[in-house]
C-alpha cells in the first residue's frame, strides 16, 4: 500500500517555536510509518526545501504557531504550490492572529467581547485615562501574538507601564482589556462545511497561576483542565455555539479553539486559536479524547479535511 506523504512543518521563527516543535514531534511520533511517509520541514530553514519538494508532497499538517506560521503567511505558500493542509486558509489565518481585527468580527457576530483599549508603538498614551475607561484590573497583551507570551494581568496602577513594554517586545499594537472575572473554557471546532463542537474544557489555574498564562498553557500541572467542563447542559450549548459562531465568523476551516470566560450566564470570547496545540498538555487533543477520539483518530481526521477541502484542486 502507498504510504501517503506527510509534510511536517513545525519550529519556525516565532517566539512560540518551542511549542511548535514539541508539537510536531508528538505528531510524528503519533502516525505509523506503515501507513504515512513524514517529512519534518522547519521554515525557519527549509523554506527552499518545501518549494523543492512540492511535487512529492501529498498533504501538510501545519504545526506552527505565531507569526509567520499561524497568521497566514505559510498558508499563502502553501495555496501557491497547490499543496493541501489541515488549518485554516490565508484570510481566516490572518484575521484569527490579530486579536483586535477578530474581536471587531466576533461584535459583528453578536457574540460578547471584553471592553479594550489600542495601543500603538511610539503612541503617546494616558495610563489614568486607560484606567478611568476599563477600570482595574486590566488585561495587556500583544495584539498579534499567541500563547500568551508577553500577556500580564495588571491589578495596580504603577506596574501598568512595565506590562505596556513587555507587550510591545512581541508586537507594534498592544490590546488592553477590562479583566472578566470567571471561569475559564474553551471549545473546539472539528470541520469544514459541517461543524462539530468538542465538550468544553474547564481550564483552572493552580497555585501562583491566576489566569491562562504561557506558564500555566505548557507546563504540566500547572493547571487542572477537566473535560467534558461540570456545566449546566444550557451553558455547555451556549458555550458550544459561541465557538462554532467565532469560527464560522472568521471563516476558519479544519479545525479551532475558542478561548472564552464564563460570568454567571454570560460567555464573553477572548480568541480563537487557527492552529491549536498539539503537545501533552493541550487542549484540542483532550477534548477530542473526551468524546472518544484518540490522538491518531484526530490526526487523521485533520489530514482527511484538508484532503477534502483540496479536492482536484492538484
Avoid: W
Avoid at 20 to 37: D, I, R
Avoid at 130 to 149: F, N, R, T, Y
Avoid at 245 to 271: F, P, Q, W
Amino acid at each position: 500500500m502507498k504510504r501517503l506523504r506527510v509534510a511536517l512543518l513545525c519550529g519556525g521563527k516565532s517566539s512560540e517555536r518551542e511549542i511548535s516543535l514539541k508539537s510536531g514531534a508528538q505528531v510524528k511520533a503519533t502516525l505509523p510509518k506503515e501507513k504515512y511517509e513524514v517529512t519534518i520541514y522547519d521554515p525557519a530553514t527549509d523554506i527552499g526545501k518545501i518549494v523543492q519538494d512540492s511535487f512529492k508532497i501529498d498533504v501538510a499538517l501545519v504545526m506552527l504557531h505565531g507569526r509567520y506560521g499561524e497568521d497566514g503567511t505559510i498558508q499563502g505558500l502553501l495555496d501557491l504550490l497547490g499543496i493541501p493542509y489541515q488549518c485554516s486558509g490565508v484570510l481566516a489565518s490572518a484575521l484569527a492572529m490579530n486579536k483586535i481585527m477578530a474581536k471587531k468580527i466576533f461584535r459583528l457576530a453578536g457574540l460578547n467581547v471584553p471592553r479594550d483599549v489600542t495601543i500603538t508603538h511610539n503612541e503617546l498614551y494616558n495610563i489614568d485615562k486607560i484606567i478611568e475607561i476599563l477600570g482595574l484590573p486590566v488585561v495587556v497583551k500583544p495584539a498579534d501574538g499567541g500563547s500568551s507570551i508577553a500577556l500580564s494581568l495588571v491589578k495596580d496602577k504603577k506596574d501598568l507601564n512595565s506590562a505596556l513594554k513587555m507587550a510591545f517586545t512581541q508586537s507594534e499594537t498592544v490590546l488592553i482589556e477590562e479583566y472578566i472575572a470567571g471561569r475559564e473554557i474553551t471549545g473546539g471546532v472539528l470541520g469544514n462545511k459541517e461543524l462539530l463542537a468538542l465538550p468544553i474544557v474547564e481550564i483552572i489555574p493552580q497555585g501562583e497561576h491566576i489566569f491562562f498564562d504561557y506558564d500555566a498553557k505548557y507546563i504540566p500541572g500547572a493547571t487542572k483542565e477537566i473535560c467534558p467542563a461540570p456545566l449546566p447542559e444550557e451553558l455547555i450549548e451556549k458555550a458550544k455555539q459561541c465557538a462554532i459562531t467565532a469560527h464560522k465568523a472568521l471563516g476558519c476551516k479544519g479545525y479551532s479553539r475558542t478561548d472564552m470566560i464564563l460570568k454567571n450566564k454570560d460567555i464573553y470570547v477572548l480568541e480563537t486559536n487557527t492552529i491549536p496545540g498539539m503537545t501533552e498538555t493541550s487542549l484540542f487533543p483532550l477534548a477530542a479524547k473526551a468524546m472518544g477520539m484518540s490522538f491518531l483518530e484526530l490526526l487523521e481526521r485533520l489530514i482527511e479535511l484538508a484532503l477534502e477541502r483540496n479536492d482536484g484542486k492538484r
